[in-house]
């Protein structure tokens, strides 16, 4: 009788609810979204001010262009054990 009770509570703890379905279908592009909606609706009624000028949104674009650059790197970078690469031969006669 325990036993099937237990069964019960671990099958609903594993189950996937709604808005898990949902988070992962659309997953960061709606947070995104969320956050930007936000931010023009905070910008428009004035609650933070001179927070979407040029200058602000340069300072942005440098604060995460290094992490940028070093996501594209990592992405690019081989697994090892992948790709033979100390034995391949150059792609030139």
Known sequence: MEESKVAAVDSRAVGES???????????????????VLGLVLQLTGAINNFATAQNMLNIIDAVSMLGIVAVGMA?????????ISRSRPPWP
């Open 76 to 84: 690019s970078s081989p697994t090892p054990g992948t790709t033979p």
């Open 18 to 36: 709604v808005v898990n379905r949902v988070f992962v279908t659309v997953g960061v592009y709606l947070i995104a979204g969320v956050l930007l």
